[in-house]
């Protein structure tokens, strides 16, 4: 199960990538894993006309995506053939181009890039800006806008946690744990949308004590055996 969250709080940010894409300016998305980079850009997606790549490690898997995206038809798969034309198709197209869980840069991938800064608006999501992280691109990002993500504070993780009540996906009763919540998510949305998963089971009663440390447990039991059956909330029913 993967939960839809409400999406909350990053109004700063949403303002800011707004006036940015309205500018044309190449903008660099930083933040941790799980701080809700994709969850941000897909809110701008519904909002601004993006073109999405949610895979951007590999050549072959950019191309495809963008391809794909452009509704352009299938071609011969040499990447030397398809380049050109997508180069050509996002000019043409005109629209802004996110680059999604962007990593190590090869050279092929980062001159890639770069033939695509040239032609139209670029914006990357990256963990890091360091160039032994993120690789050859490095020296392109003197050309780009920053724009960090940082985890949640209390205060928006109460408010998503009443969202999420409010629609009916988790408990009324995990309004009395959100300090817990916040503490053992450390601010991160993707964390905090997993225990909400755990939550939407219904197996774990909050009114028993240790119902928080199973909670977390299946948590990180679902991270390891997905298909797990939650043993952890499955032994709080046994008699």
Not at 84 to 106: E, I, N, Q, S, Y
Request: hydrophobic share 45%; charged share 25%; net charge positive.
């Amino acid at each position: 199960m993967s939960l839809q969250l409400p999406f909350v709080s990053r109004r700063k940010e949403v303002a800011r990538l707004t006036q940015l894409h309205g500018q044309r300016k190449h903008v660099l998305i930083l933040g941790p894993a799980g701080v809700g980079k994709s969850a941000l850009v897909a809110r701008l997606c519904q909002q601004l006309p993006l073109l999405l790549c949610p895979h951007s490690e590999h050549l072959g898997e950019v191309c495809d995506s963008l391809e794909a995206g452009l509704r352009l038809p299938a071609v011969d798969g040499k990447l030397t053939k398809r380049k050109p034309r997508l180069r050509a198709a996002l000019a043409t197209a005109g629209k802004t181009v996110v680059f999604d869980g962007l990593g190590w840069t090869t050279p092929k991938l980062s001159f890639f890039l770069e033939s695509v800064m040239q032609r139209v608006p670029v914006w990357l999501c990256a963990r890091s800006e360091h160039s032994w992280d993120i690789g050859r691109f490095w020296t392109l990002l003197v050309r780009f806008e920053r724009v960090e993500l940082h985890s949640f504070r209390l205060a928006e993780t109460r408010a998503l946690v009443e969202a999420t009540v409010k629609r009916g996906i988790i408990p009324p009763e995990t309004r009395r744990i959100v300090e817990w919540l916040h503490r053992r998510s450390a601010g991160l949305p993707l964390v905090l949308r997993k225990l909400f998963e755990e939550l939407a089971t219904g197996y774990h009663d909050l009114s028993n004590p240790l119902a928080l440390r199973r909670l977390d447990l299946d948590r990180r039991i679902h991270e390891v055996l997905p298909t797990a059956n939650g043993p952890a909330a499955q032994a709080a029913q046994a008699p």
